[in-house]
């Protein structure tokens, strides 16, 4: 790794209908991390349409430097466009490390810049660590099962966060960091972003609900939705979602997916009923306040995020709650 | 499109699959000769149009699998787009199919390095798609987060790498497999890949941290439902 004065650690910030994706502030906060081992100054890079407001929001935030690049064609994102701005202007922040947030657009220009730049690419990174071997990046594997740790060996490393993985920087910094504003004249070529179909309205109720119940593919069948169904009413405010293959397979109405390019949701309560807690499942439901797993597998990674872990079929222990639920009702109604 | 406009009703379509852990250190490709197939999806061109389909399955060594340190050849995601690239760069194809992230690894790299290195455009989380064979453009829709989807119009050729279940799985007929099987399959030697020098490495391997508490509940059925109920009530969870 070169270690010259000019070298940056860069964070490519994210924006969310031109607010400022909370993602953005984990990934300054792994720029912190790794700024105590390797000393290099950190530069915020924003794209959008619409910069001067959210570059001001994260330089009042983090304290950094930020260079915000406007183009009128980034009202809505278009890969193509990130990848030959970023391509112009990363070459002269000699980056040697680029933290990019792992969501559906980290994922769509990350390793394509990677290619560009001749860059070592890790994505799905959770944790920052040492190793007998160096500083690494660990990442989940195999439904996260395993984690491995991975050593860069180029120049420049690309990093793609997992969102909720760090603790976001919080507050305000004692000093705002400079901004540098410029525009882009950079143009679509190959292909042209046309807009953004809004969610389906069943998507709200999940957002809203105190308690989420939700089914995996470990519930066996699709006529064992009814039994996910059944538990759910046992909570005011509860809704019915699953992880992605359960979608798939269409034992759960479209649109109701939690996880990665599905519904993020942060309840009360949340049930996992046969999920196994693949990484893009627990980016959507990792916020939630109390986690209860059920699976047959000891070694479910969704038991490694659980508050409560029961390893059973759901098909059993299910129906014993609703009856045990019941038999308690019942008692107090008599008392 | 691209160099085939003449074609006017062929797509010439790769289809990349993920590397498949314990097979043999080759590439294989498999042409369905004449296994053209009509697409319901015909776009503005009028009348079905068919694709010609070539499926690129990379096959890896992995010795004594994680468990025991991965110490066979296991490639990262830009050896694998570099040696799908080597192959698909000569054959001009007008759409390149890869999946979206492979439920081992789960890199979710490999299509969109692929297409820097062809220098095509390139779109994920894809999850329908509708060609223009006319104006050599296709129209997609990724998958976004909240499950929204972002549309997109793109030059042919181009790559896509695309979400599960975005379409019907098409499985191949008993007559189709037999004819398979007698056309056989070209196998590229690893060893006249072009050699990709690591750009990050495994350093170690562990199970995961626990996140929460992670209390296992014990007892028979009906004791596990009785506690998980005492724990619900005392987080004022359930009343």
Same mark, same amino acid.
């Given at each position: 790794?070169?270690?010259?004065?000019?070298?940056?650690?860069?964070?490519?910030?994210?924006?969310?209908?031109?607010?400022?994706?909370?993602?953005?502030?984990?990934?300054?906060?792994?720029?912190?991390?790794?700024?105590?081992?390797?000393?290099?100054?950190?530069?915020?890079?924003?794209?959008?349409?619409?910069?001067?407001?959210?570059?001001?929001?994260?330089?009042?935030?983090?304290?950094?430097?930020?260079?915000?690049?406007?183009?009128?064609?980034?009202?809505?994102?278009?890969?193509?466009?990130?990848?030959?701005?970023?391509?112009?202007?990363?070459?002269?922040?000699?980056?040697?490390?680029?933290?990019?947030?792992?969501?559906?657009?980290?994922?769509?220009?990350?390793?394509?810049?990677?290619?560009?730049?001749?860059?070592?690419?890790?994505?799905?990174?959770?944790?920052?660590?040492?190793?007998?071997?160096?500083?690494?990046?660990?990442?989940?594997?195999?439904?996260?099962?395993?984690?491995?740790?991975?050593?860069?060996?180029?120049?420049?490393?690309?990093?793609?966060?997992?969102?909720?993985?760090?603790?976001?920087?919080?507050?305000?910094?004692?000093?705002?960091?400079?901004?540098?504003?410029?525009?882009?004249?950079?143009?679509?070529?190959?292909?042209?972003?046309?807009?953004?179909?809004?969610?389906?309205?069943?998507?709200?109720?999940?957002?809203?609900?105190?308690?989420?119940?939700?089914?995996?593919?470990?519930?066996?069948?699709?006529?064992?939705?009814?039994?996910?169904?059944?538990?759910?009413?046992?909570?005011?405010?509860?809704?019915?979602?699953?992880?992605?293959?359960?979608?798939?397979?269409?034992?759960?109405?479209?649109?109701?997916?939690?996880?990665?390019?599905?519904?993020?949701?942060?309840?009360?309560?949340?049930?996992?009923?046969?999920?196994?807690?693949?990484?893009?499942?627990?980016?959507?439901?990792?916020?939630?306040?109390?986690?209860?797993?059920?699976?047959?597998?000891?070694?479910?990674?969704?038991?490694?995020?659980?508050?409560?872990?029961?390893?059973?079929?759901?098909?059993?222990?299910?129906?014993?709650?609703?009856?045990?639920?019941?038999?308690?009702?019942?008692?107090?109604?008599?008392? | 499109?691209?160099?085939?406009?003449?074609?006017?009703?062929?797509?010439?379509?790769?289809?990349?699959?993920?590397?498949?852990?314990?097979?043999?250190?080759?590439?294989?490709?498999?042409?369905?000769?004449?296994?053209?197939?009509?697409?319901?999806?015909?776009?503005?061109?009028?009348?079905?149009?068919?694709?010609?389909?070539?499926?690129?399955?990379?096959?890896?060594?992995?010795?004594?699998?994680?468990?025991?340190?991965?110490?066979?050849?296991?490639?990262?995601?830009?050896?694998?787009?570099?040696?799908?690239?080597?192959? %698909?760069?000569? @054959? #001009?194809? !007008? *759409?390149?199919?890869?999946?979206?992230?492979? &439920?081992?690894?789960?890199? /979710?790299?490999?299509?969109?390095?692929?297409?820097?290195?062809?220098?095509?455009?390139?779109?994920?989380? %894809?999850?329908? @798609? #509708?060609? !223009? *064979?006319?104006?050599?453009?296709?129209?997609? &829709?990724?998958?976004?987060? /909240?499950?929204?989807?972002?549309?997109?119009?793109?030059?042919?050729?181009?790559?896509?790498?695309?979400?599960?279940?975005?379409?019907?799985?098409?499985?191949?007929?008993?007559?189709?497999?037999?004819?398979?099987?007698?056309? /056989?399959?070209?196998?590229?030697?690893?060893?006249?890949?072009?050699?990709?020098?690591?750009?990050?490495?495994?350093?170690?391997?562990?199970?995961?941290?626990?996140?929460?508490?992670?209390?296992?509940?014990?007892?028979?059925?009906?004791?596990?439902?009785?506690?998980?109920?005492?724990?619900?009530?005392?987080?004022?969870?359930?009343?």
């Amino acid at each position: 790794m070169k270690g010259t004065m000019e070298s940056h650690i860069v964070v490519i910030a994210e924006l969310r209908g031109n607010q400022v994706s909370p993602v953005t502030y984990e990934l300054l906060a792994l720029a912190e991390e790794i700024g105590q081992v390797h000393s290099f100054p950190v530069k915020v890079i924003l794209l959008g349409a619409d910069v001067e407001r959210p570059a001001r929001e994260i330089a009042d935030a983090s304290g950094n430097a930020v260079l915000a690049i406007r183009n009128c064609h980034l009202q809505i994102y278009n890969g193509e466009v990130y990848k030959d701005i970023l391509g112009d202007v990363l070459p002269s922040l000699d980056p040697v490390f680029i933290l990019i947030a792992q969501t559906t657009q980290g994922l769509d220009y990350g390793p394509g810049l990677a290619v560009r730049f001749g860059s070592a690419c890790i994505t799905g990174v959770n944790a920052f660590v040492e190793k007998e071997e160096g500083f690494c990046f660990s990442r989940a594997a195999f439904n996260g099962k395993i984690v491995t740790h991975l050593l860069p060996v180029a120049k420049t490393t690309v990093v793609l966060v997992q969102p909720g993985a760090f603790e976001g920087l919080a507050g305000k910094a004692q000093n705002s960091g400079p901004i540098e504003i410029r525009i882009s004249n950079v143009e679509p070529k190959r292909m042209r972003a046309m807009g953004v179909a809004q969610s389906r309205p069943e998507d709200a109720g999940l957002a809203g609900a105190d308690v989420v119940v939700a089914a995996g593919r470990g519930i066996g069948e699709k006529e064992n939705m009814t039994l996910i169904q059944q538990l759910s009413t046992l909570f005011p405010r509860s809704a019915v979602a699953g992880s992605r293959p359960v979608c798939d397979m269409g034992w759960l109405q479209y649109g109701r997916p939690v996880g990665l390019t599905g519904a993020t949701v942060s309840p009360r309560l949340y049930i996992a009923c046969g999920i196994s807690g693949a990484m893009p499942h627990q980016v959507g439901m990792q916020g939630s306040g109390f986690i209860v797993a059920i699976s047959t597998d000891s070694r479910a990674s969704i038991f490694n995020t659980a508050d409560v872990c029961i390893q059973e079929y759901p098909k059993r222990i299910i129906p014993a709650v609703i009856e045990e639920f019941e038999k308690r009702k019942n008692q107090r109604r008599e008392a | 499109m691209g160099g085939h406009r003449s074609h006017h009703c062929y797509i010439r379509r790769v289809v990349c699959l993920d590397p498949v852990a314990k097979g043999i250190p080759q590439i294989h490709q498999r042409v369905p000769n004449g296994c053209h197939f009509p697409v319901k999806d015909s776009g503005d061109a009028g009348g079905d149009f068919f694709v010609q389909d070539t499926i690129v399955q990379l096959m890896v060594v992995v010795n004594n699998a994680w468990s025991a340190g991965i110490r066979g050849h296991v490639p990262e995601p830009f050896t694998i787009a570099s040696w799908i690239s080597n192959y %698909v760069s000569e @054959e #001009r194809y !007008d *759409l390149i199919l890869c999946g979206v992230m492979a &439920e081992d690894h789960m890199h /979710g790299q490999v299509g969109s390095m692929l297409a820097e290195l062809l220098d095509l455009p390139c779109a994920t989380s %894809v999850i329908s @798609e #509708r060609i !223009d *064979l006319e104006r050599g453009i296709i129209y997609v &829709e990724r998958e976004i987060e /909240g499950g929204q989807r972002a549309e997109l119009e793109m030059d042919l050729p181009a790559v896509l790498t695309f979400q599960t279940c975005a379409n019907e799985p098409r499985y191949p007929t008993l007559s189709n497999l037999m004819r398979a099987k007698k056309q /056989g399959a070209l196998v590229i030697p690893l060893d006249i890949l072009p050699a990709v020098r690591d750009r990050e490495k495994i350093v170690g391997v562990d199970y995961p941290q626990k996140m929460r508490s992670g209390l296992f509940l014990e007892g028979n059925m009906e004791q596990k439902a009785a506690l998980l109920l005492d724990i619900l009530e005392k987080e004022a969870l359930i009343s």
